[in-house]
């Protein structure tokens, strides 16, 4: 039931309406393996990081089964740093800073005790990283889901086309889903992105909530209405976490249990936001998220005779 | 079973990105009954039109079980006009022109055959006619359903207060939730207004679904994914109709039962975008009802079991 997830790992700055943090740990496969980790183990974590991040974080990521062969310390370096500043909406940020360090030489090297995961989730990253890490793997992972942005269509649209030749499901927000087809309309844009690649397309829509398409088929899973977004850093990430987490757990690739999978990852980016960075989804229990889940059917379930 | 419709009738002219029409029938209460009539009959329909309102019209709506001894014709004068040009994403749109004519003068009176009615939907208006049809009746219906926008909350706050007292269920979309609420989160938001006087909130997101509220509890309904939404105008009112008609037609106004009645209210929304005015929901069967519900059923129908 292993999971590689490929991503950052790196300090963020960020400031909301609600406060600001001048320092915390952040990443895309941070947030990623703390999401998983309630879910399956191990998480085979691929990544890199300067020599400034913290040993305690690297110990509780341990401590949750996350596995870190595949993370490249370099001395005298430091870890990729983001900052950004969220507008009252929470759905749009300003970046302020981004300071690649350690990851302009980033060159990820799959370890041998990884080779036969099932799992693969490509977190937010360049596209021709991701592209690497699928070809070092020598069996084809059940699965191969790939997180992405606007960045990336925007400076390396070739490498991520090929990606999407490469991989099962595809993660993106909806402008960035318009922006990739050309396409207003989510359902023409789905069509068109399909054809590009992957069977699956997970368009997420923040407070929205996000569709999953497949083929003619379509599944839309909430957002759990919240009284506060603290802070919506890494919430696509958790997302991602969860659903590669659940689809690992229960080993179904199915369209059916992609749609539970969606729900898992939509409750996991709901707990994310409730606090700065990554904090939530580490204190987060089974309990609270089994309660949490009971919330979204509660949301959505309702009873139909026909007319 | 009997359901009182309040609101206008109408012509309009529409300008969207898929086309232009100059004048078509419309008006609140036309949406609202082509709607619940799918539903349930009788529908009692109180409004005002001028002469040049098409006979042929009123002669459709009858064979539908909508009644009209409510409906005021006004000789020698006009039906209020309204034009209105959709921007790209359809979600906001420029009103162009509003030609109240006899709706300037409007007083609506309650006939004395649609006294004992059940069910009132206070479809959108001016609020102080709204209160004006609460209180001309002599028993209080079951349920009381209350349409309104951002227009009335900035030009007559107060009667709008009023009539929040006097209803249970408040029709409303998201950022006229914010703008009586002032508050941007949906759910501090929903709070606020229900203390204002309806036990059950009923916020719109367009594209984005529908949320109910009550007490501590919500609901989300999604929208239907659609490739081409055509003509947004009466959506709205259309939602209302399917609502107001599914609580009437199952006489259960528990929290449970609206759920549905959203759903229902969603499907109807659904097709009333797919052409020009009201033309779909005249066109629309049974059956393709009944179609629709299943799909709202597929699309957010999943199976869940705890961590």
New interface residues.
Partial sequence: MSVIALGTMAFDAIETPFGKIDKIVGGSATYVAYAAS??VKPILQISIVGEDFPKEEMEELKKRGVQLDGVEIVAGKKSFFWSGKYH??MNTRDTLVTDLNVLADFDPVVPESYQGAEFLMLGNLMPGLQISVINQLRKRPKLIVLDTMNFWMETTLDDLKKALTLIDVLLINDSEARFLSGE?????AAKIIMEMGPKYLIIK?GE??A?LFHEN??????AL?????FDPTGAGDAFAGGFIGHIA?TKDISF?NM??G???GSAMASFCVEKFGPQRLKEIT?QE??VR??E????????????
Same sequence: chains 1, 2.
């Avoid at 209405?225 to 977004?229: A, M, S």
């Avoid at 979204?296 to 007319?307: E, G, S, W």
């Fill in positions: 309630h879910l009252l909406d207003f309309s989510l359902v023409k829509k929205h909530g569709l088929h379509v599944f839309f899973a909430p209405p919240l009284e506060d977004v757990r059916d749609k539970t969606i729900i898992v089974k998220i089994d889940l009971a979204f059917v509660q949301l959505v379930n309702f009873d139909i005779d026909l007319v």
